[in-house]
């Protein structure tokens, strides 16, 4: 069964760093557009940062410029999301995204992870 498992959320403190990871099993990450999303209280999900499968170009959110970093690690089938000089705004739970399409460019296949916490204290 294809599965994205998110962890190393947490809670730390304004200026400090975090590393998620988001392990995949059931299929292999390579061939897939890889995303990291984020969800605040009371705020919609937000893009964070991506990964196309065809080029390997990486894009982030605005808010994130400059501050995280994308990266994978096909051998390990493991996405990570290097977070630095975080900020209290950051607070969300984040979650790991995948997705494939067809030779059309329609949306074939995608897959969540569960969520992770992270919590940034001023």
């Known amino acids: 069964e294809e599965q994205l498992v998110e962890s190393g959320g947490g809670l730390v403190q304004a200026g400090q760093s975090l590393t998620l990871s988001c392990g995949a099993s059931?299929?292999?990450?390579?061939?897939?557009?890889i995303g990291w999303f984020r969800q605040a209280p009371g705020k919609a999900r937000e893009g964070v940062a991506y990964i196309k499968s065809d080029d390997g170009s990486t894009y982030y959110g605005n808010s994130v410029k400059g501050r995280f970093t994308i990266s994978k690690n096909n051998a390990k089938n493991t996405v990570y999301l290097q977070m630095n000089s975080l900020k209290p705004e950051d607070t969300a739970v984040y979650y790991c995204y995948v997705a494939t399409y067809g030779p059309s460019g329609l949306l074939r296949e995608e897959y969540w992870g569960q969520g992770t916490q992270v919590t940034v204290s001023s």
């Open positions: 059931g299929f292999t990450i390579q061939s897939w557009n």
